[in-house]
């Protein structure tokens, strides 16, 4: 089915490890990007990108990193986690900025243990 | 700044019609979304509005007013399934979304 997927759902991992999130959209949607989201605040934009290899900051970008080498995937890493990186990770594409709405894969519950 | 409003919480009755608002603080107003999204799971589109007035879409409707900075979501015929967070959001001048915290909709029987 067509959709946009992310893995994992859930996952526990410790202060200091690298952690990676992925997300696929079958699509092909120029544009996807990666949220956060916490108890009491809006959807917070990590990085965004508008097609292969290009990618760009958020509003809280530090200590994350992105990648968009294929249209279809585009991985969110941490490189070194801290606790305040728990959180739950939410993919989105959309078709252009404009006009458009986003639609959101179904999120990974990130714990930093 | 860039801000959005909207209340915490509301509670309405299965039936019944709940009207919720939103006011926002958004340079280079581009349009206004609204998503929903239910406990545990991702956001889902509901509407978008550029131009004032009111947009309906079956049991669901939202308004626009671009000179008041306000909008409100309206809900008909409540079911229980409407229990769910309503997020509103805001387009800026450079396409970038400014999300409300949302509010979380309660439906009693």
Known sequence: ?113 | GQNIDQPTEMTATEGAIVQINCTYQTSGFNGLFWYQQHAGEAPTFLSYNVLDGLEEKGRFSSFLSRSKGYSYLLLKELQMKDSASYLCVSMDSNYQLIWGAGTKLIIKP
């Open chain 1, 1 to 113: 089915d067509a959709g946009i997927t992310q893995s994992p759902r859930y996952k526990i991992t410790e202060t200091g490890r690298q952690v990676t999130l992925m997300c696929h959209q079958t699509w092909s949607h120029s544009y996807m990007f990666w949220y956060r989201q916490d108890l009491g605040h809006g959807l917070r934009l990590i990085y965004y990108s508008a097609a292969a290899d290009i990618t760009d900051k958020g509003e809280v970008p530090d200590g994350y990193v992105v990648s968009r080498s294929k249209t279809e995937n585009f991985p969110l890493t941490l490189e070194s986690a801290t606790r305040s990186q728990t959180s739950v990770y939410f993919c989105a594409s959309s078709e252009r900025l404009y006009n458009q709405p986003q639609h959101f894969g179904d999120g990974t519950r990130l714990s930093i243990l």
